[in-house]
């Protein structure tokens, strides 16, 4: 079950049983939805390093309406939840399966009017960020891939990438990420490849989950584009395995 909504925050100094009311207080001006109908929760961010900063969290806070339906849902179709996941980390179970893991890598996830990078290393999320620039403003197909609107979105496209690596490398004091793994879209993932290394110097390549899964069907490019959170959701497990083994 995935659910979607994350922001970063300072962690409010208060003890631990008050934290979860704490942070109900301190996001009600960052949701568009009353903060006494949300469901809340939260997981620590990774240390900074910088002097005098402090502990800081990533807030997952959803309308409880919409937990409400997906609960029913749920119990309509017999199922029987263990864990409720978000698109973030998700993906983020995605990324810790690629050779670049150790290292650090960022992934693009892009949607018809929308998108998100993340930004890992060794299954720990150092930076989510979601932005307005979707495949349709991109003009990907070749008879409007050139023209001023759809450069423009290409570069702002671009701008938030690189905006993405070097606010980590600078705020963790981590080396660079390797580079940027693009899960494909339903059409013209190799034009938008071609659009970030050629014209924006970005080193991006195609995640193909084909090659990291081992599944009895091709995924083609629409399933994976389609599909790609709810297959993170899957290796939950095996990646907390990684993780405690090391």
């Known amino acids: 079950m995935i659910i979607t909504g994350i922001s970063n925050i300072e962690a409010p100094p208060v003890a631990d049983n008050e934290l979860t009311e704490a942070i109900r207080w301190k996001i009600q001006d960052l949701i568009d939805f009353p903060v006494d109908k949300a469901v809340i929760d939260y997981f620590s961010s990774p240390p900074t390093g910088r002097v005098n900063s402090g502990k800081s969290l990533d807030i997952i806070a959803s309308p409880i309406d919409t937990i409400k339906n997906q609960v029913e849902l749920c119990k309509k179709a017999n199922l029987n939840i263990k864990v409720i996941d978000i698109q ?10 690629l050779p670049e893991n150790e290292r650090g890598v960022a992934i693009l996830y892009l949607q018809d009017s929308n998108g998100m990078i993340i930004l890992q290393k ?4 150092y930076l989510s ?3 307005n620039t979707g495949i349709d403003k991109l003009g990907l197909a070749n008879s409007t891939s050139g023209n001023d609107r759809a450069k423009s979105e290409q570069s702002s496209l671009a701008l938030e990438i690189q905006r993405s690596l ?3 490398e600078s705020v963790y004091g981590i080396p660079p990420f390797s580079g940027l793994a693009v899960i494909p879209i339903a059409q013209n993932t190799q034009s938008l490849l071609e659009i970030l290394n050629d014209h924006h110097g970005i080193t991006a390549r195609i995640m193909d989950l084909s090659t990291i899964l081992d599944s009895d069907i091709m995924l083609d490019d629409l399933t994976q584009s389609l599909c790609a959170p709810v297959i993170g ?9 990684l993780c405690s083994s090391k």
């Open 88 to 97: 973030e980390t998700s993906l983020r179970n995605l990324a810790a399966l």
């Open 122 to 125: 060794q299954a720990t999320i």
């Open 129 to 131: 960020r979601k932005f």
């Open 166 to 168: 070097d606010y980590v």
């Open 233 to 241: 959701a899957t290796w939950r497990y095996t990646v907390e395995k």
